[in-house]
């Protein structure tokens, strides 16, 4: 009687642990690079794997950071030719190229992707003292890409940006891509939606602009149902059958 | 329950006065020195590394402390055979039990509360900005502790050695850690081994839904899951207990 008792009450608070578990973790989202994954292991060092095996991912990415600074407030030797060893202790940073910034970098913000003024502070130096952009961009990059996962506005707002970006820079065509993302958005405008299918329109593509008519064909607002419908019966002669 | 509790403070005393308590704390002291130099090399970052590398140390020595307790109270009293004497005494082995875990839960939260306490006046004399977050950390570094000791204790329970139950709880406190690591594998890995995996998480602690000072500002936790998380470790804790106590029950020294 006791042992049923015992196994009873193992099992009642046995039961209850995984249900609570399971709601606990219905609340969680692991927002880090996966320390199993090539993004993780491309970047870090052995002493990473044991500290975030401890659950320490925060104090891993402090010293990740504090060895950037290290790293970054010398001149890095190893890295001048031979015949510049020596002469430059002295001299400020923007002498060396600090080749291995960026790699440096990655490890922190792959660490933990809650390091903003990893991201800033890398990227300021990569691109405004160091003068090689294109890594700047590759660090701030992988931040936006990273949120974005996560942020929806964000995402969305990201989205929005390139795509004015691009029409401004290379034209109507170079949108199309942009836009086609942006409406698959169950909350995409109609106008973005309108918009798209006159760039198609413009380009001659019909098949595309019905396409999009046609999600215009119930929309809530009449300017656009009646657009849409008088397009759609515009192009049905231009069509192939 | 009077048994209990006075097998508890018994242990609380007797751990208070121990010199492994007195240790974590100077070690703790050591590594915020540290920390202030960490960061004059930082400077912007400086709160940041004092915060993580403090709670860290805290979250580190509460667990060595607590293992060196629990391993005590369930091995090293058993094969010394100093624990004759108290179960001579009217106390059933469940509340003996019971006494000392309570107990250690007492030393290892007086122990937090200490140390969080030098934490924050250290932090509040930066003037870094403290928010509930910060706070509910603390609660969570103990709930943590509080698990892995009841681990340590069914461990000790069932091992030979003194060493063996301190390997197997680090290696039970790693993979607990891992949890959500293991994840990104289970679309890799062979069904059999996905299944083993689930089985495991429900009998390894997940300390990746407990590791709040690890997840700043909530980014990765709803507040939502913050009062399931608390029962789970509170459920788990109590059913690795029952366990330990029928082992007990049973054991002979």
Redesign the interface.
Known sequence: MRKIAVVGLFFFFFAFSVFFQKVAESHFVFRNTNVFSRYFYEAAHYQDFWITFFGHRRIAADVAFIQLLQYYGKVPEEELPESEMGKHRDHFLSFSKHKRLLNYALRCVRLDRNFDYAYLFSAAALAWVQKRKSEAVKILIEGIEDYKKYNEVFSKAVLYLSAIQVRDEKGDVAVLPYLEEAIKMPDCPDMVKNILAFIYEKQGDYKNASRIWLMLVNSRDKRYRKESRRKLAQYESRLPR | MKSVHNVSVYTLKENARSRSFSLSVIFVVFVFASAFL?SR??E??ET??IR??GM?AI??FSLLAALFFAIKVAFTEGANKTIYLPLSRPVKRWQYLSGRFLGIVAVVFLEILMMGALLTGLLLLKNAPLDGFYFLGYLFIFLKIVTITSVGILLSLVSTSFVSPFVFTFLI??TG??F??????IGKMPSLAVIFLKVA??IIP????L?I?????G???????YL??I??AV??T??VL??S??IFEKKEF
């Open positions: 960490f090399l930082s912007v970052v940041r590394v993580d590398v860290g979250q580190f406190w790693i850690h891992l959500r690591e293991f994840d990104y594998l998480k429900w997940n300390f990746t839904i590791n000072p690890d997840y700043v500002e980014r990765f936790f709803q507040a939502g899951g399931p998380a029962l789970y459920f788990y109590a059913a029952v366990i106590c029928a």
